[in-house]
């Protein structure tokens, strides 16, 4: 283990812990999880009960679960790469601001969009929550491109905040015609550290 390991699967929310890892330069292994069966595997649920990635090992053996602690974990341990703004900059507080916001309420939208089974037992209200889901994501990143300065979230520097709603828009594709959304899209992937984690994670595809 040459010091990180990242627990991963194609198309997931690991794709930002990766933009993170590579952004920051720092070394890792990766673990790919390539299905359900693998997310259910004794190991890994022993790792994260919740059988979910993305899941980052820190080479003193601590488990982090959760896209958004991981970052945050990330940016405490090297504030030098700035993947957030510096703590106590107001515009630290933006940024992990609408971290937050995405995580609790954009990332939850998209998983009610792609599994409605798992919010209800009834299978005609699917297409509903389904609907109502999209909608949610339409509100959220509608109020996201509102607080966008452009053309990153801060202004002129990108964040991994920026990568997070990028990577979100990606499961949602009509964010892109907010304009401040697509540009925000355009610019991050202009970052090969992110494009390449975004490659590596089949998105845009
Ligand atoms: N709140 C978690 C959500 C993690 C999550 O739901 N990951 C999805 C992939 S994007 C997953 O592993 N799903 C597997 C499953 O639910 O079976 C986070 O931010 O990391």
Redesign the pocket.
């Known amino acids: 283990m040459t010091g990180y390991r990242l627990y991963w ?1 194609k ?4 794709m930002v812990v990766e933009a993170a890892l590579l952004l920051a330069g720092l070394p890792y292994d990766d673990v790919r999880i390539e299905d ?1 069966a693998g ?1 259910r595997a004794p190991d890994f649920v022993a790792l994260n009960p ?5 899941v980052l090992a820190l080479a003193t053996g601590q488990v982090i ?4 602690a ?1 970052i945050l974990a990330l940016d405490d341990e090297f504030p030098e790469k700035r993947l957030l703004p510096p703590h106590g900059a107001p515009a630290r507080n933006t940024a992990v601001q609408w971290l937050i916001f995405m ?1 609790t309420n954009i ?2 939208a998209a ?1 009610r969009y792609y ?1 409605p089974e798992r919010h209800t037992a009834d299978k005609s209200a699917e297409a509903a929550i389904r609907l109502k889901a999209g909608l949610d994501m339409d509100r959220d990143f509608a109020q996201l491109a509102d607080a966008i300065e452009g053309p990153f979230l801060l202004g002129q520097t990108m964040t991994i905040t920026d990568v997070y709603a990028a990577m979100l828009a990606d499961w949602h594709r009509p964010a892109l015609s907010l304009p401040e959304i697509a540009t925000l899209v355009a610019e991050v992937l202009k970052n090969p550290a992110v494009s390449q984690a975004w490659r590596n994670h089949g998105f845009g595809e």
């Open positions: 699967k198309g997931s929310g690991s359900a997310l919740a059988g979910k990635v993305p679960t959760e896209s958004a991981i995580a990332y939850p998983l599994h």
